[in-house]
C-alpha cells in the first residue's frame, strides 16, 4: 500500500516538475508570437518621440528666420505710442495690426502686422492702437471750404455732394471722399497733395 502511495506521489511530482519545464521551454513560434505583442507598444512610443523631436525642430526654425524675411515676432520689447501724424497717415487697420513699421533699410516701410517687429525686420516702429483717443487739432489742414476752381468745377469729373471732398493731385486724382480729412490728414501726401471741396462749384 505504502508503495502504490510512494510511485503514485513520484508519478504527480515528476509530471508537475516536467509541466513546468514544457512552459519554460516554449518552442521558438510561441516566443516570437508573444514578443511580437508587445511590439505595438514600442512603435507607438517611437511615433510620440519622433513627434515631440518634429515639433522642437520646427519651433526653432521658426524662431531663428533671418533678418532679410521682414517678418515681425513676439517677444519684443513694448513699443512706443503713434504720434497724431503717424496716426493718420497710413492705412493699416488699427484693430487687427495696429503695430506700423514706419521705416526700414533707409526707406519708408508702412507695414502693417497684428505683432511689434524685430529690430531686425524695422528701424522705425510704433503701436496704433491709441489712435482714435487723440483729438485733431482744429488748426489741421481740411478740404472743408476749399473751392475747386472754375476750370475744375467745369471739367466734368465733379464728386457729389454726398462725397464732395476730392482729391485734385496725386495718385489719388479725382477721388471722392465723405471725410474733410481724409486727402489731408489720413492720406499720404503722394497720394494727394491738393484736395477742394466741391460744394464750391
Same mark, same amino acid.
Given at each position: 500500500m505504502s508503495t502504490n502511495s510512494s510511485y503514485q506521489h513520484s508519478t504527480i511530482n515528476?509530471?508537475?516538475v516536467?509541466?513546468?519545464n514544457a512552459h519554460a521551454t516554449l518552442p521558438q513560434e510561441e516566443r516570437t508570437v508573444n514578443n511580437k505583442r508587445s511590439s505595438p507598444f514600442l512603435i507607438l512610443a517611437g511615433v510620440v518621440v519622433l513627434s515631440a523631436l518634429f515639433v522642437a525642430t520646427s519651433m526653432h526654425t521658426s524662431s531663428s528666420r533671418s533678418a532679410g524675411d521682414s517678418i515681425p515676432l513676439l517677444g519684443m520689447a513694448k513699443v512706443r505710442s503713434c504720434t497724431f &501724424?503717424?496716426?493718420f497717415g497710413n492705412s493699416c487697420n488699427q484693430e487687427a495690426a495696429p503695430f506700423i513699421c514706419l521705416r526700414h533699410n533707409g526707406g519708408p516701410h508702412m507695414g502693417c502686422s497684428p505683432i511689434p517687429w524685430?529690430?531686425?525686420t524695422c528701424d522705425d516702429d510704433c503701436d496704433l492702437s491709441g489712435c482714435s483717443?487723440?483729438?485733431v487739432p482744429s488748426d489741421t489742414e481740411?478740404? &472743408?471750404g476749399v473751392s475747386c476752381g472754375k476750370e475744375w468745377c467745369a471739367g466734368g469729373q465733379v464728386c457729389p455732394g454726398a462725397a464732395s471732398y476730392q482729391c485734385q493731385d496725386g495718385s489719388a486724382r479725382f477721388g471722392c471722399s465723405t471725410d474733410p480729412l481724409h486727402?489731408?490728414?489720413r492720406t499720404d501726401e503722394q497720394a494727394c497733395s491738393k484736395c477742394c471741396d466741391t460744394k464750391s462749384c
Open positions: 515528476r509530471g508537475h516536467d509541466e513546468e &501724424k503717424e496716426c524685430t529690430p531686425e483717443s487723440l483729438e481740411s478740404c &472743408k486727402w489731408t490728414l
